[in-house]
């Protein structure tokens, strides 16, 4: 049997180190888990108020190349997802077009070229982070400007229709199985591919801890709601120190926390400081309002910390439901919490949650099943590169047609 050299392509929405984020930790990791894999990476980015960070990356991918993301002064313009127009460019596609490795997009943000012809045979791949039209109505419904609601629900609908372009995909990889339940109703080849992650070891964090935590970017008005609503309704109510840990927190924010004598806001830390914070933490407090992708930083939770008590849609579908005490509102949050901080966390509860993370959420057992479904047959097969204009033309008039077959 013949064995090919294994080289794939990935499209990242936006430079993935420092993995300070929900999706490009999983970008990260993913590529830093395929070149443990013995798979050769060529990583492709768009930029946009990121540093290069060519050192880091360098260490796990065979070639670098960067794109500068586009931005428009009226970001309703054009028929697209203004989260795809602005990743549009034709150099992008000049480069994947120079083998004929398959090619992994990172989100439904890097797919403007999923559709054009000179990738017709190529093997091509699509990671979803979220439902993109559900999340984005979420965040209209979190927002607090009255432009960005507008933005969000515009976005929301060109997102919808622009969904079926996954048609042209191979594979759909779903980040959560709530998602792929989603898109295996609409296409077809679709697999769950849970989310890779920073954790490789787990380690027990002791008993007990003296603070409940809440953490999360904070500049995202989702976790702005969460924290606000979380310091009303359960922080606000235990006789218990309570930490919000998070980036670049509103003013109102910081204003409404010195409210609360046992209740302290720690912001902009490191991510080894928010590891510390989660790790120390006696029970880890999460709250969404909507259940699309996965929450990382519940996973994070989950392998460095003692208990996490969670509302519904924190971990409907997730997998991680058995991992954590589950109030189905705020009230019943605050009477898990006012049950579990009187228990230890045994080594005996520890070693459970181990086991099963280490069985549903591993990333070298991740990246076997995508590098087991990857086609890359074609590697060594000639390749017939198409010329740049005809390339920037057929990329318009694929654009086009996919938005319009709906």
Do not use: W
């Not at 910390?305 to 189905?328: H, Q, T, Y």
């Amino acid at each position: 049997m013949q064995k090919y050299n294994k080289r794939i392509h990935i499209v990242a929405f936006d430079i993935p180190y420092p993995a300070d984020y929900g999706g490009v930790i999983d970008i990260y990791h993913k590529v830093k888990s395929l070149h443990e894999q013995g798979v050769e990476v060529i990583l492709h980015m768009y930029q946009y108020g990121r540093e290069q960070n060519k050192a880091k990356l360098k260490k796990y991918t065979k070639e670098l190349y960067y794109y500068k993301r586009r931005t428009f002064k009226n970001p309703f313009i054009g028929y697209l997802p203004y989260i795809v127009n602005s990743r549009n460019g034709d150099a992008l596609l000049e480069n994947i077009t120079k083998d004929a490795a398959p090619i992994l997009f990172e989100g439904l943000h890097c797919t403007y070229h999923l559709a054009h012809p000179s990738l017709k045979n190529r093997f091509k791949i699509v990671r979803t982070h979220n439902v993109e039209h559900q999340y984005y109505k979420h965040l209209e419904k979190s927002e607090i400007s009255y432009f960005k609601k507008y933005f969000f629900r515009i976005e929301a609908e060109k997102l919808r229709k622009y969904e079926s372009i996954l048609k042209h995909a191979n594979l759909i990889a779903a980040i959560s199985p709530n998602d792929t339940k989603h898109f295996s109703k609409k296409y077809e080849n679709v697999m769950y591919l849970p989310a890779f992650h920073s954790n490789s070891t787990m380690e027990y964090p002791g008993a007990s801890g003296k603070y409940l935590l809440y953490h999360g970017n904070l500049s995202v008005p989702e976790n702005y709601v969460a924290a606000r609503e979380l310091v009303v309704n359960v922080f606000s109510k235990v006789d218990m120190k309570c930490v919000i840990a998070g980036n670049h927190p509103h003013k109102d924010l910081i204003a409404f926390c010195e409210k609360y004598p046992n209740i302290e806001l720690k912001a902009d830390l490191s991510t080894d400081q928010i590891h510390d914070l989660i790790k120390k933490a006696h029970i880890n407090v999460l709250h969404t309002n909507q259940n699309t992708g996965i929450k990382l930083k519940l996973l994070n939770a989950l392998y460095r910390g003692k208990f996490a008590v969670v509302n519904p849609l924190m971990v409907d579908g997730s997998g991680l439901e058995s991992l954590c005490a589950i109030g189905k509102n705020f009230d019943a949050m605050l009477t898990k919490v006012q049950e579990f901080r009187l228990l230890d966390y045994t080594p005996q509860y520890f070693e459970n949650r181990k086991k099963y993370l280490e069985e549903h959420f591993n990333n070298q057992l991740a990246v076997k099943e995508l590098i087991n479904v990857t086609d890359f047959s074609k590697l060594n097969a000639p390749y017939r590169k198409a010329d740049n204009k005809i390339l920037k033309t057929l990329s318009q008039l694929s654009s086009v047609t996919s938005y319009f077959s709906l």
